[in-house]
């Protein structure tokens, strides 16, 4: 099990913005596809948002067009920039790696949870 860290959660009113982070060690994130879950209590889990070695991004429709999943190599850090936020999106989020699209739920960290109410 790949050491994911997440952090950047929090309270925020609707329509309000966040930007979580994920460090990973040595190149997974370079070398790595990685991507973000979430999980509200009683349902499962669901993959988000995936980014791949060579670029590929892929997001669910749940969120697509609001969050923006990205990658700083330099940092080993993946990142998650949540926009326009709606109380559905309550969760608790985490950070996933693979070795590919479909394996990207392999591993992840101990989550960071993200709270969106007035």
């Known amino acids: 099990q790949l050491q994911l860290v997440e952090s950047g959660g929090g309270l925020v009113q609707p329509g309000g913005s966040l930007r979580l982070s994920c460090a990973a060690p040595?190149?997974?994130?370079?070398?790595?596809?990685m991507g973000w879950s979430r999980q509200v209590p009683g349902k499962q889990r669901e993959i988000i948002a995936r980014?791949?070695?060579?670029?590929?991004?892929v997001y669910s429709d749940s969120i697509k067009g609001r969050f923006t999943i990205s990658r700083d190599n330099s940092k080993n850090t993946l990142y998650l920039q949540m926009n326009s936020l709606k109380p559905e999106d309550t969760a608790v989020y985490y950070c996933?790696?693979?070795?590919?699209?479909?394996?990207?739920?392999?591993?992840w960290g101990k989550g960071t949870l993200v709270a969106v109410s007035s």
């Open positions: 040595g190149s997974i994130v370079s070398t790595y596809v």
């Open positions: 996933n790696a693979g070795r590919s699209f479909s394996s990207v739920g392999d591993n």
């Open positions: 980014i791949g070695p060579g670029g590929i991004y």
